[in-house]
């Protein structure tokens, strides 16, 4: 077995207690059909608060297509490797989403004396990568992958604490055959001020462009806009946009039905949909709240004002 494969927790240094570097690594595995996702489990390795302070991916490009990493407190398993497509999921527990790397898109850095707080206080005892392995023509050669992450880890409190705020639609039906259906997704906001600094869509195939943006006394400021047919990974975000108590969250997917003969529901196969827009913040940490959800429609009021760009598809 490569030592490369072996997942593992080392001291960044011998002067500096509060550094270590986690390498969170597949066991040398050899997919058998395109389009696996796997995943494997890490316990955090410190009883205390922690901070992650970067990640470091080590995918090799020719297999891996996307690699994205959780947090949770019960992971499906907590040895070895498992399949983790629709079936089995990532954790028995809610999961959140902390990284995110795919293939041809650039990795995200966090911003300085800002950190992921993880450990048992902050439900985050364990870590969840998941890798999306797509052409298994690459394995044609039967050597084994040892993709994973590398996460740079500080028990060394943080000014600010970074999170994820979701926005995703649950009730969106798109008809067959129509040009166009829009997901709209709005939260009026009522905590602490965020500052926005990367962004992340997810749908499947049906869907165009997915835009998110915070409005302020009837002004839409756009905080990101993708087409989720590039890689999804965290875009850089506007980083003029932040967000406080009063404003509200606003997402637009755009989706096509065109090429369908029967409705597409929200749900979790490649033939259902999805509309997501994460947004990547930080916050102070002294009120941070690390996970917040959106997930009611928008009405169609407010989203009378949306900016015509939610609508002009991005190129791929
Ligand atoms: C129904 C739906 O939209 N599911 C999304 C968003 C989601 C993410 C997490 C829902 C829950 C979560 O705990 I984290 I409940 C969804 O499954 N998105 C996928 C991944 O599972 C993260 C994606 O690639 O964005
Ligand atoms: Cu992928
Ligand atoms: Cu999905």
């Known amino acids: 077995l490569n030592p490369d494969c072996v997942s593992r927790t080392r001291p960044q240094t011998v002067l500096n ?15 058998t059909e395109s389009d696996t996702y796997l995943c494997i489990s890490f316990p955090v390795p410190t009883s205390q608060d922690a ?4 990640f470091i991916p080590r995918a090799s490009m020719d297999t891996v297509h996307h690699m994205l990493l959780f947090g949770c407190m019960n992971p499906v398993s907590t040895s070895g490797y498992w399949d983790c497509g629709s079936v089995q999921g990532t954790c028995k527990d809610e999961a959140s989403i902390m990284y995110a790397w795919a293939r041809n898109a650039p990795p995200t850095k966090l911003p300085k004396d800002v950190g992921f707080r993880v450990g048992k206080n902050s439900g985050m005892s364990h ?3 998941q890798i999306h392995y797509g052409d298994i023509r690459a394995f044609r050669n039967h050597h084994r992958d040892c993709s994973g992450l590398s996460l740079r880890m500080t ?6 604490i970074a999170g994820i705020y979701l926005l995703m639609s649950v009730d969106t039906v798109i008809l067959p055959g129509k040009k166009v259906t829009n997901a709209d997704i709005a939260c009026d906001y009522t905590s602490y001020p965020i500052y926005p600094f990367a962004f992340r869509t997810h749908t499947h195939r049906l869907g165009k462009v997915v835009s998110g943006y915070r409005i302020r006394n009837g002004k839409w400021s756009l905080i990101g806009r993708q087409s989720p047919q590039l890689p999804q990974a965290f875009y850089p975000a506007n980083k003029e946009v932040n967000v406080q108590y009063g404003d509200t969250m606003a997402a637009r997917c755009m989706f ?6 029967s409705k597409t529901y929200i749900g979790g196969t490649s033939n259902d949909e999805m509309c997501n827009f994460y947004i990547m913040y930080y916050m102070d940490s002294e009120h941070a709240i690390p996970f917040m959800n959106c997930m009611e429609t928008g009405s169609k009021e407010l989203f009378r004002h949306i900016p015509a760009e939610a609508n002009v598809p991005i190129p791929v």
């Open 17 to 31: 207690s509060q550094n270590i570097t986690v390498d969170i690594r597949m066991p040398g595995v050899l997919p």
């Open 51 to 54: 901070y992650i302070v970067d």
């Open 127 to 129: 870590f969840v990568l």
């Open 155 to 160: 028990t060394k409190k943080q000014p600010f």
């Open 256 to 261: 096509t039905g065109e090429g369908r003969t």
